[in-house]
């Protein structure tokens, strides 16, 4: 490491060190809701996603010896991708086989990543028509890809690829974001992910904050390494548009084994990091659970079970389709103490649901008569236990009506609601923020 780096990062730790402990362990905590002020000129955390290799050289050479067995357990279907616009680069980014098939000793594989690759600007909705996509196996063999869907609402395409070698898929697993707020649950043992998680082999794999999890990506220049960026699972909320993703707070940088951004001049150190968006959330078992985008303090993901049905929709369909209600939500343990109070007081008995933090006006949430603060319980004859739960529901009702039940903490009452769910119009897509432009042809420094 050279010096300069070294004065870099100690002078990062005198920083952080002369924090407020209060203020320090608050922005270290997966229950966090809400960004707190930054502190003077330090506007991300110290290990965010938007950091450069070359200030924390020391930490990516320490990866965990179980998060380098994870990231090497799901590297064979991970790969890079670059777009290109006639010969002028566009975008590059990472991607998830997820699908494979044998056609007469032809492999015909499908690629999982995120719609950011196919945009010219953040506000533009529409491929470019000369658009070409290059996308690199783990061996650096080079696959053109075609695009197969896109969806801009959730961001996210698939890519498909022919291969004349055998392609090696993931193990897809669906997230369980339920847990209890019931008291009378408190365990004595120390809490930890340990105490929550589902066995391997369960259907859903149950993900609670505090949980270690693990952004893998693939470098777009050969040899195309590997990057593996451990962190926790976090409540904490991201500004983007789309409310059903998730976050993962980064506690490592993208690790690269060649020390790959710190070679290469400061110029084109954080285009490593930008690299990975549209690559694989996994588990501790080397599942993936998600779907990986970029922001400057963490990574936000969307959770496989969205990115499937979307899926699921569009081959059944040939189109997306998404149900709209007009009404922001989060599971009913992410709600503040103080509505949790108010909620346990009211309604003793009831530990599971979906908090209702915001209803748009004039929306079909307000004509049902749902109010911000309701909690959900019921849906079309279905308890309801978590956000992914009602999604789950939903998907398939629109342009249907459904009952609701509905706890109302200040009146006490249980309400029976019809609620209509409508369907997401091409002008009412989530907006979502695009990284700079990166830089594709850059030659690596040795």
């Excluded at 053109?144 to 890519?159: F, P, R, S």
């Excluded at 050969?222 to 699972?233: Q, S």
């Amino acid at each position: 490491m050279s010096k300069h780096s070294t004065s870099c990062h100690d002078s990062s730790i005198m920083e952080l060190d002369c924090r407020d402990p209060e203020q320090r362990m608050a922005r270290l905590s997966p229950w966090k809701r809400g960004r707190s002020e930054s502190w003077g000129p330090y506007r991300t955390s110290r290990y965010s996603f938007a950091e450069k290799f070359d200030t924390n050289t020391d930490a990516n050479i320490d990866l965990d010896l179980d998060i380098k067995k994870l990231a090497l357990k799901v590297s064979p279907f991970v790969v890079s991708l670059v777009s290109l616009t006639g010969e002028k680069p566009l975008f590059m980014g990472s991607g998830t086989i997820t699908e494979s098939e044998e056609v007469n000793g032809t492999y015909f594989g499908t690629i999982l990543t995120s719609a950011s690759l196919l945009r010219t600007s953040a506000e533009s909705d529409a491929i470019p028509d000369n658009i070409k996509v290059n996308v690199h196996l783990r061996d650096g063999t080079l696959c053109e890809g075609q695009v197969l869907a896109y969806d801009w609402h959730y961001n996210i395409a698939w890519i498909k690829i022919k291969s004349d070698a055998p392609l090696a898929t993931a193990s897809l697993r669906l997230l369980d974001d339920t847990m209890c707020v019931d008291p009378s649950g408190i365990q004595d043992k120390e809490l930890g992910s340990n105490s929550f998680q589902l066995p391997p082999h369960s259907d859903f794999f149950k993900l609670c904050p505090g949980d270690t999890v693990v952004a893998v990506g693939r470098y777009f220049q050969p040899p195309n390494e590997i990057m593996a960026a451990p962190g926790r699972f976090s409540i904490d909320c991201c500004d983007f548009d789309c409310k059903e993703l998730f976050q993962e707070v980064i506690a490592k940088p993208y690790e690269n084994p060649t020390i790959l951004a710190y070679r290469t001049s400061k110029k084109y150190a954080n285009e490593a990091q930008k690299c990975g968006i549209g690559g694989p959330l996994i588990n501790r078992h080397g599942e993936v659970i998600g779907v990986n985008f970029y922001d400057k303090l963490c990574t936000p993901f969307l959770p496989i079970n969205i990115a499937s049905k979307c899926l699921e929709h569009f081959k059944k369909y040939g189109r997306f389709s998404r149900p709209l209600l007009g009404m922001e939500m989060t599971n009913l343990y992410a709600a503040s103490l103080r509505n949790l109070d108010r909620i346990n007081l009211k309604f003793p008995n009831d530990s599971y649901g979906v908090f209702v933090e915001k209803v748009i006006e004039g929306s079909l949430a307000e004509c049902a008569g749902i109010l911000s603060g309701d909690v959900i319980v019921q849906c079309a004859g279905n308890f309801v236990r978590s956000v992914l739960e009602f999604y789950g529901i939903i998907w398939d009702k629109r342009g249907e009506s459904m009952e609701v039940v509905v706890l109302r903490s200040r009146t006490g009452d249980h309400l029976n609601l019809t609620l209509k769910v409508g369907e997401t119009s091409s002008d009412k897509i989530n907006r979502w923020p695009l990284p700079t432009m990166c830089k594709v042809g850059v030659k690596r420094v040795r």
